[in-house]
């Protein structure tokens, strides 16, 4: 059976266009080209519409190829949303509070956030939460520990590399920095976190977990000035700041909600929620 010239035409199109999608880059589209005009063709699409179909598979991959590099880019230590916070087994939680820090919008006015409170009680995981609501809302994001921070910046001031350093820790929209207090910092440790908190602020965001009070960071950093101007930097803002506090008893663990502070008055705490620790 003979091929006509015009099945010949219209298959060099078909290849025509698939070659071309591929000198794009457009890889989805060219993988799903075949499915969408055969659509096309049993449904009777009109041109218009095939073709938006088949960019909005391109554009689906690319939003993914997109969120799964800022995933990496995160170093989130686990998958956390939050969703996975169990909201029903500790009810003294203000749920709507949380939701409304995982609007987002305290990364549009550059406000810190301070999680303090022992071990266990869900600092990390709220703040990998809202950091992975951050990664998927298209912001950069970067998880790091106090004590990893404190060496990266340490190995990069022997290599001649700390501008370089600062740059990386000030460009991330969203700068999460876990387990301060868990591990003493060294003098350049505490300098090197200074510099960064000093470097972000006012322009972007940072997230604190700590299992050490405000009033016992001189002994975490080992100098109390650079421990006062480093919680001056993230609490007391010009900003709103959401400070979140856990204070652990015999029975129960406290949860205080958002201290609002403002340059113009001291701060006002909400009243204290309390929920049963795991």
Partial sequence: MSTSPAQMSEARRYQQLRAHLSYLKLDAAAEALPR???QARADQMSLTTAMERLLEIEVSA?????LASRLRFACLPEPWTLSDFDFSAQPGVDEKLIRDLATLRFLDTATNALF???PGVGKTMLAVALAR????AGHRVYFTTAAELASRCHRAALEG???????FYAGPRLLVVDELGYLPLPEDGASALFQVINRRYLKSSTILT?????????GAFGDATVAAVISTLVVWSSSVTSFFTFWTGVHD?????V???QTDRWPAVRRPLRYRAR
Wanted: aromatic share 8%.
């Fill in 210 to 218: 700590t299992n050490v009070g405000i009033a016992d960071w001189a």
């Fill in 116 to 118: 303090v409170g022992p």
């Fill in 253 to 257: 663990v406290s949860f205080l909600g």
């Fill in 133 to 136: 609501a951050a990664v998927e």
């Fill in 62 to 66: 690319t939003d993914a190829r997109k």
């Fill in 161 to 167: 590399r700390w501008d370089t350093c600062m740059r």
């Fill in 36 to 38: 969408i005009l055969d």
């Fill in 259 to 261: 201290l609002r502070c």
